[in-house]
């Protein structure tokens, strides 16, 4: 197969990240588009980027890209998927992938018809330290798993006109970085939780600044989440097994793990690096294109977002792009 060409949407952290992840394999983005032309000039200038589109919708045409990256804010990435889609674009969303399980049902569905590979860059379903600790959970020797306990926080200043607390900007703990909590339980959980317990504190604005919630599934599995934009956590997840139980901080990216056993011995496990973390999720992604689904995990995108749907419906939650 000749070599995919990535057209990248927005020019901010992400886009950089990916820019270093493909120049580690030798390669390079093909195209990059920004509502602020002068914006995307800069990027390909920085990275040796053929072509900047004067208007970034060209790219949803342009016959040369096969595949785009859309890391533009997650209340955009509904109208841009679907046009994308539409011109014959294989589709890798920033998370959350979209709003709500209604706009992710819809687009999924214009996927499915275009035969076109959509997928959520969640890193933990990418991370090679994930992959491994589910080998060590699938030989049995810590039994069978039965809590998982997640952290997620950080201190942001009370700004409500910045994106974490922006209701235009449909900001909020949980579609930030409940997504990462709650993408990381169902990782290690059997089935889909089908009991969900919550309390939540608003910000000023109304959007979610913090909340916990309990989940249990029909393997009486359970976890307990905790989120805050609005005081400071670890990035912090434990999975509690019968003989013992798996540490990681720094999730999100996470490169080692610490086992702790019933008689107090400790095992790390190590696998992938946390700096490499878009290079999985990208090449992934072109295993994808070229026939091979199994690392894409469209369904556990699918079960995450009914559970981030439900919550916010049942704090009644409302982005402006949501109401009637």
């Not at 980027?49 to 785009?68: A, L, N, Q």
């Not at 990418?126 to 926080?153: D, Q």
Request: aromatic fraction near 10%; hydrophobic fraction near 40%.
């Amino acid at each position: 197969m000749a070599e995919i060409k990535w057209a990248v949407l927005g020019t901010g952290v992400i886009a950089n990240e990916m820019a270093a992840a493909l120049a580690k394999g030798g390669r390079n983005i093909y195209a990059v588009g920004n509502r602020t032309h002068s914006k995307a000039v800069a990027f390909a200038e920085k990275y040796g980027i053929e072509k900047v589109y004067d208007d970034f919708e060209e790219m949803f045409t342009d016959p040369d890209v096969d595949v785009i990256y859309i890391t533009t804010p997650h209340n955009t990435h509904l109208p841009f998927m679907e046009k994308a889609l539409r011109g014959g674009k294989h589709v890798l969303a920033e998370k959350s992938i979209t709003l709500n399980s209604a706009e992710l049902e819809r687009v999924r569905a214009l996927a499915k018809e275009k035969k076109l590979i959509l997928a959520e860059a969640m890193t933990i379903y990418h991370m090679p330290l994930y992959r491994k600790l589910r080998e060590i959970l699938a030989s049995g020797r810590l039994g069978k798993v039965n809590l998982i306990t997640m952290n997620f926080g950080s201190f942001k200043e009370y700004d409500m006109q910045n994106r974490f607390f922006n209701r235009n900007l449909a900001g909020g703990a949980m579609l930030d970085i409940g997504v990462y909590a709650l993408s990381f339980v169902r990782w290690f959980m059997e089935s889909k939780p089908d009991v969900v317990l919550s309390q939540y504190n608003p910000a000023p604005t109304g959007v979610d600044e913090s909340s916990v919630f309990v989940l249990k599934n029909a393997e009486a599995q359970m976890a307990t989440v905790a989120l805050s934009l609005h005081s400071k956590q670890p990035k912090r997840g434990m999975i509690s097994c019968e003989k013992g139980y798996i540490e990681i901080m720094e999730y999100p990216r996470a490169e080692e793990a610490v086992i702790t056993y019933v008689d107090g011995t400790k095992e790390t496990v190590r696998a992938g690096a946390h700096e490499d973390a878009l290079m999985y999720e990208l090449q992934d992604m072109e295993m994808a294109i070229q026939g091979d689904t199994s690392h894409i995990y469209a369904e556990y995108t699918e079960e995450v977002m009914e559970i981030m749907t439900s919550l916010r419906r049942e704090w009644g939650i409302v982005y402006p792009e949501e109401e009637a």
